[in-house]
């Protein structure tokens, strides 16, 4: 099946400083990628959606100066969390729908997710 | 916005019983009803999916059933297993290009 990478698996930063968190599709294009982030015992929050070269459009509630979301290319979307604080700390897990001839229509191929821990 | 709620929060059954979790949704312009399955620390992971046209979708123990109607569709899982203990997640498609998660199931399976 179509295979999603994030990178780093984890990261630990201090508070004011900023992390940024990559996704990539390494076997299809991905037009659209999704940006999730779940606390502990609790759902999947979606954050944010992006498609490639187009500003991406984010949920109500999440800010997009603090959330900056990338998606340059088919197979490439980053997630920068500026000015991270403690209350930022959680699980953070991408996803991409593809149109190609393996990938299932509207079916969401997950990554492995980052656990940011913000001191 | 759209609202997806999952009943129940929590399901102890026991080894070999069944178990069945409903997820109801309000977009009546939802067209694919997947069912995740997500360990600790992990992934979701994709266990079985049904798209509009279809009223039932089986395979091996695991059975999603669709009421387009009422706007909510059924996990069953026969013969439980302890490896099927999980948190179980719904996450209708609303066709506006985004998925929203249901509020999640803790399934525990007693050997």
């Known amino acids: 099946g179509a295979v999603v990478s994030q990178h780093p698996s984890w990261v630990i930063c201090k508070s004011g400083t900023s992390v940024k968190i990559e996704c990539r599709s390494l076997d299809f294009q991905a037009t659209t990628m999704f940006w999730y982030r779940q606390f502990p015992k609790k759902s999947l929050m979606l954050m944010a959606t992006?498609?490639?070269?187009?500003?991406?459009?984010?949920e109500q509630g999440v800010e997009k100066d603090k959330f900056l979301i990338n998606h340059a290319s088919l197979t490439l979307s980053t997630l920068t969390v500026t000015s991270a604080h403690p209350e930022d700390s959680s699980f953070y897990i991408c996803?991409?729908?593809?149109?190609?001839?393996?990938?299932?229509?509207?079916?969401?191929?997950f990554g492995p997710g980052t656990r940011l821990t913000v001191t | 916005g759209e609202n997806v709620e999952q009943h129940p929060s929590t399901l102890s059954v026991q080894e070999g019983d069944s178990a069945v979790i409903k997820c109801t949704y309000s977009?009546?312009?939802?067209?694919?009803f997947p069912w995740y399955k997500q360990e600790l620390g992990k992934r979701p992971q994709l266990i079985i999916d049904i798209r509009s046209n279809v009223g039932e979708k089986k395979d091996q123990r695991i059975a999603v059933t669709l009421n387009k109607t009422a706007k909510h569709f059924s996990l069953h899982i026969t013969e439980t297993q302890p490896e099927d203990s999980a948190v179980y997640f719904c996450?209708?498609?609303?066709?506006?290009?985004?998925?929203?998660f249901g509020t999640g199931t803790r399934l525990k399976v007693l050997a």
């Open positions: 977009d009546s312009a939802s067209n694919y």
């Open positions: 996450a209708p498609y609303s066709g506006t290009y985004k998925y929203i």
């Open positions: 992006s498609n490639e070269g187009s500003k991406a459009t984010y």
């Open positions: 996803s991409a729908t593809g149109w190609g001839s393996r990938e299932r229509l509207y079916e969401q191929y």
